[in-house]
């Protein structure tokens, strides 16, 4: 099967597949916001239009102002992107390429795909479900020997389960003493009430790596936002290899405009929140299993492990799309991966996976 390697493709995952598209569709296989972005008004639109004659600024000077307030970081210890992915193309181009890496998997595609592009050896340290997809610190530090740097998405993606700080910070201080850099993809963070950014320890860590989305929290995935935090001399090693104007004016705009809006940040943890308890419950009923997770998706799966292409056809042919696993390693299709979305449609949901159940 050649399936999309991403969520948020629907066409062609039904194409893939070679399932009729129903007239109406809920993309499942995507985690931005359920509550969407903040309000925009009609004038900051045309402002926003008045910036497509000239050309962006280059050091997204604004904007970084704006984060460094928000992150309560110097301006050198950050730098802006055209989305999380640009910013991973960067830190292996400029930090690891044709270096040992160690990725904790079941996790983010890109992060193995980038490192293969600029010949790394890639490791793998992998999740399992019976430890609660939670790391084994022992385990893991062992796998970190000899290795330049270490992957790691908290909370992580696919299983949206968030790893204690007190692990982190163990495993900063092993990475530091070995020269180890240590990677951790924040994407998602700002969605769980509960989670801690690790920015506050950067300054303890020169090792430590932050990546972070705009583009999940503010549902802006079109215009392409990121940034990376980081130790300064890191920073001016990346910031080489980055093309000029990488980061449109638009995208710097939106997100000036939106980290001024915290309530809607406040407002969507809550949701979030609130929808996954009473969503798990359902799912639960229902007699399936999902993963502990604290953000805007989760895995699920049947009581008795097995391949759901099954299941992701009753759910494409009923106008629903789930992310399928089969490129999350381990994962092997017997998962599926889907976002919380709105009341009305998680609600669709559970109508279409109580009729699969009436069939079964």
Known sequence: MNLPSHGSNPSRL???LKIKQPDHIIDFSVNLNPIGSPYLSSKTWEELQKKIIDYPDPECYELRKLLSIHENLPLPNIIVGNGAAELIQLVVQSLLRGKDVLIVEPTFSEYKKVCLQHDCEVHSYV?????GWNINRDELVIQ???KAALFLCNPNNPTGVAYD?????????EAQKEGILLIIDEAFFDFSIHTQSMSQFLKDYPNLII??????????????LGYLLGNEKLIQKIKEHQVTWSVNSIAQNLGIHFLQDGHHVLESKRFVAREWNRLSQALEELSFVTSKSSVNFYLLREKQKHDLQTLV???LENGIVPRHTYNFTSLEGEYIRLAIKTVQENNQLLSVLQKWRAQC
């Open 313 to 315: 056809h009753f759910l």
């Open 211 to 224: 990546l972070r989305s705009m583009t999940k929290m503010y549902s802006m995935a079109g215009v392409r």
């Open 14 to 16: 039904f194409q893939s």
């Open 127 to 131: 999740l399992s479900e019976e430890a």
């Open 165 to 173: 700080k007190d692990l982190l910070l163990s495993l900063a201080h």
């Open 144 to 146: 970190l020997k000899g």
